[in-house]
């Protein structure tokens, strides 16, 4: 059992008639870092290069639900979340995702930060996202296997995972709202991964 604040109860229950109570039970069991990178490496023969969208603490499980929908839509092996203040793998997240959440890797870790060393140590780049970045999310190579780091619902990423990661883009925005929703920014970026790929297979 933990406590957390009523907007956190209202989000996880997705209503506010929760009494203060909320019990969160598993749509589908996570798998772990090595669930995902056996299928990363299983598309190596097929020519594909590793591409995992790892998750800062998104807590609305509409968010996640979308994430691992555009995930699976843009092609990555894997989505990894942290087991503390994320969203977990709920019936709300599986009715967001559109069944996406039956066909894709989706790993809950401990530590993210470790886990981004551990994917660093396989041979990953990961590229966060800030909207403080002075570089372009076009800018990355993504031709390489690579990770995709996106921070929570307006906190962005944390200190230390800012830090792990090799290169830190923004996507550029104009007017006056300068962030976008977690799950449109991992559209832009993944899709552009994908677009990249695919110019390079033609070459």
């Known amino acids: 059992m933990r406590f957390e604040e009523r907007r956190q109860l209202d989000r996880l229950a997705d209503s506010s008639e929760h009494q203060g109570i909320v019990a ?3 749509s589908r069991a996570a798998g772990t870092l090595d669930d995902i990178l056996a299928v990363a490496n299983a598309g190596t023969g097929r020519g594909e290069k ?3 969208v790892l998750l800062d603490g998104v807590e609305d499980p509409h968010n996640l639900g979308a994430v691992i929908r555009t995930a699976l839509a843009a092609g990555a092996h894997g989505v990894v979340i942290p087991e503390r203040r994320a969203a977990g793998l709920t019936d709300t997240v599986a009715r967001a995702s559109a069944g996406a959440l ?3 890797a989706v790993a809950k870790v401990t530590n993210l930060v470790r886990t981004m060393e551990e994917l660093k140590e396989a041979g990953y780049w990961l590229v966060g996202l800030d909207e403080h970045a002075e570089k372009s999310y076009t800018e990355v190579d993504f031709s390489l296997p690579v990770g995709i780091v996106l921070g929570g619902e307006g906190k962005g ?3 230390l995972t800012r ?3 090799d290169f830190v883009v923004s996507l550029p ?3 006056p709202v300068k962030s976008l929703n977690v799950s ?3 559209g832009v970026v993944l899709f552009e991964v994908l677009r990249q790929r695919r110019f390079a297979s033609r070459k």
Do not use: D, F, I, Q
Request: glycine residues 10%; aromatic residues 0%; charged residues 15%.
């Open 50 to 52: 590793g591409l995992v």
């Open 184 to 186: 449109v920014a991992a």
């Open 157 to 159: 990423l944390h200190e």
């Open 102 to 104: 039956a066909h894709l």
């Open 163 to 165: 830090k792990r990661c």
């Open 24 to 26: 969160l039970v598993a």
């Open 173 to 175: 925005t104009t007017g």
